[in-house]
């Protein structure tokens, strides 16, 4: 049987999030392994290596704001980083940061189980090691999971099938190739494939609104401008609700004239970013549908203006509200215009099933394909959770306890869970992922910092997670968001009950609402004392505690080797 290796904290995942994570706790002196399933670091960004797979945060924040040195020395020359350079980036911090050696790679975690008498979770791993841990850090990742979409006849495919996220070594250069799916993958795949391939064909079940990007090579004068500013920048960002860098308006839509409104889109239309399109020129296209609409009548006549087929023209066009997740692409619509791609408007002729040599449509024609591309997304949040075996007290998996859908306090942490958190779990703030990720793991290290001095565990109460999910669902209320079906209310997977996934107050909220509870001295969870002495972690001294009658304070207990 393989040896137990006993930890203070086991970090799940090796992406942004529990990269950070690992620094924070071994900055506090706990021993730390960070275990990850993949044969390298980078989370998402390992996995995602799909042609035109870019960050559609402008590059100056999609990275950490904690390294002030590193973050006005590393080289960057786009204003959007693809998926190698973000991988690179990942790879430098774990070198600045001497993480390598902390972090093992190809080690899965299939079971994890709180043992309530040792206030220990044992953690067991696909490589057949098992952890002891007193405190569970996942960090699993939002977009984890991929999806597969239960069309019939799909195993039948003899061509390539491929899903954006496990992305081959292939050449593709002479092949059909069909893609399903034109959420912000699909779009991103579909203009970097389309000069590159046979013929593409997109098979399309809801148009979505997408404005361009702005990508571009960024000057000399705009790093020095980035550089001079940046304690402004992030400033303003942990003040903001999106953290996207992008001016948050409150002015209404219908508050100006039709030129002026125009005017207005079509600057940022030319400024480029989806986010920006959708919160820096009005403040009212998410709550009011009439503002909303003129959102989308403006990006119905880019498409009309862009796309010279007819039909193809009204194949992309939405009918639906500019409602989900908003997009930006380099040139997506523009793909339309060549002569190799085509699109098949599911709305109209749908999938009947897929065929060995292709897609055979309701109409019964077969649209023959060398290759089929699934950009159809993912179990986005507690997709990556109930993959996994996690029985916490009293022997309750977290798939029982989300049951009726995932449910956590403040994203972090789960009734039932003690010394578990979660980094982007369910119901964090809709925001920027970086600055999302570095907020929650600043929230979970004051977590674990306040059951070290004192606590044997830390556990959010149940009334607390109900209050959080209620507060998550009145913030939407008025939403034109929830017009549409996506992933941001787990509507995209079949059999699965939708519960809301983020909490849309806004990053700024979710900040102030953390420091909150820990200023007011955690009163939204439970504070359990130890009954084990392995309180005192490498040397750091911890308050008085009294434990089955032994007085702990300045009993100095050897935390237990970790590797
Ligand atoms: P998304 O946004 O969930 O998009 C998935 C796409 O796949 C979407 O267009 C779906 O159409 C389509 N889909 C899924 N199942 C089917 C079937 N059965 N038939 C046809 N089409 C289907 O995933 P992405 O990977 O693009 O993006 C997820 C996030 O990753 C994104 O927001 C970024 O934050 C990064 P539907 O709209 O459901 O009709």
């Given at each position: 049987m393989m040896a137990k290796t006993q930890c203070d904290a086991l970090v799940v995942g090796a992406g942004l999030g529990g990269i950070y994570q690992t620094l924070k706790l071994r900055a506090l002196g706990l021993r730390v392994v960070c275990i990850e399933l993949?044969?390298?670091?980078?989370g998402t960004w390992y996995w995602n290596r799909?042609?035109?797979?870019?960050?559609?945060?402008e590059s100056y924040l999609?990275?950490?704001?904690?390294?002030k040195e590193d973050l006005r020395t590393y080289p960057w020359d786009k204003h959007y980083l693809y998926q190698p350079d973000i991988l690179k980036y990942i790879n430098h911090i774990v070198d600045r940061h001497d993480l390598r050696s902390t972090i093992r790679l190809?080690?899965?975690?299939e079971a994890a189980t709180w043992h309530e008498q040792e206030q220990r979770w044992i953690i067991e791993c696909s490589t057949g090691d098992v952890f002891s841990a007193k405190y569970l850090v996942n960090a699993?990742?939002?977009?984890?999971k991929p999806y597969f979409p239960n069309?019939?006849?799909?195993?039948?495919?003899q061509g390539n099938l491929i899903h954006t996220a496990a992305?081959?070594?292939?050449?593709?250069?002479q092949h059909r190739v069909g893609v399903i799916g034109n959420g912000s993958t699909g779009i991103q795949v579909m203009t970097a494939l389309a000069p590159e391939v046979k013929k593409l064909i997109s098979f399309q079940r809801s148009p979505q609104y997408s404005v361009p990007s702005g990508q571009g090579p960024v000057t000399k004068e705009y790093r020095k401008w980035v550089n001079e500013n940046y304690d402004d920048i992030y400033d303003r960002v942990w003040k903001s609700?999106?953290?996207?860098?992008v001016p948050e308006v409150s002015r209404p839509?219908?508050?100006?004239?039709p030129d002026e409104r125009r005017e207005i889109f079509e600057k940022l239309w030319d400024q480029g970013n989806g986010f920006r399109f959708m919160?820096?020129?009005?403040?009212?296209i998410t709550t009011s549908v009439e503002a909303n609409r003129e959102a989308c009548k403006f990006i119905h006549s880019k498409i009309d203006e862009i796309v010279k087929d007819p039909a193809k023209a009204s194949a992309l066009?939405?009918?639906?509200?500019?409602?989900?997740?908003p997009l930006c692409d380099a040139g997506y619509y523009q793909i339309?215009?060549?002569?190799?791609v085509d699109i098949v408007d599911l709305r109209e002729n749908s999938i009947q099933e897929v065929v060995p040599e292709g897609i055979m449509l309701q109409d019964g024609s077969v649209v023959e394909l060398d290759t089929l591309v699934l950009a159809?997304?993912?179990?986005a949040l507690d997709g990556s959770y109930l993959r996994v075996a996690i029985k916490g007290q009293e022997g309750q998996t977290l798939q029982e306890h989300w049951q009726d859908g995932a449910i956590t306090y403040a994203s972090v942490s789960s009734a039932g869970f003690p010394n578990m958190f979660m980094i982007?779990?369910?119901?964090?703030?809709?925001?920027?992922f970086p600055c999302a990720i570095e907020s929650e793991v600043n929230f979970i290290t004051e977590c674990i910092e306040r059951a070290e001095r004192g606590s044997g565990y830390i556990s959010a109460k149940r009334e607390s997670e109900l209050q959080w999910m209620d507060q998550c669902n009145r913030l939407t209320?008025?939403?034109?968001?929830?017009s549409t079906k996506s992933w941001?209310?787990?509507?995209?997977?079949?059999?699965r009950q939708p519960?809301?996934?983020?909490?849309?107050?806004?990053l700024a909220a979710y900040i102030a609402h953390t420091r909150r509870e820990v200023d007011t001295g955690f009163p939204s969870f439970d504070l359990v004392p130890s009954h084990?002495?392995?309180?005192?972690?490498?040397?750091?001294k911890t308050n008085d505690i009294e434990t089955n009658g032994v007085k702990?304070?300045?009993i100095e207990v050897k935390a237990q080797d970790c590797n």
């Open positions: 993949a044969p390298e670091v980078g799909y042609p035109g797979a870019m960050s559609d945060t999609y990275r950490y704001s904690w390294d190809n080690t899965a975690m699993l990742g939002i977009l984890s069309i019939p006849g799909l195993q039948n495919f992305w081959p070594e292939v050449d593709l250069s609700n999106t953290a996207f860098g839509t219908m508050s100006v004239g919160f820096s020129g009005f403040g009212d066009k939405p009918t639906e509200l500019y409602a989900r997740r339309f215009n060549r002569p190799n159809t997304g993912f179990d982007s779990g369910p119901q964090g703030p809709f925001a920027n209320e008025g939403s034109v968001f929830k941001i209310f787990g509507e995209n997977i079949e059999g519960r809301i996934k983020f909490y849309f107050g806004g084990s002495k392995d309180v005192l972690i490498n040397g750091i702990m304070n300045g």
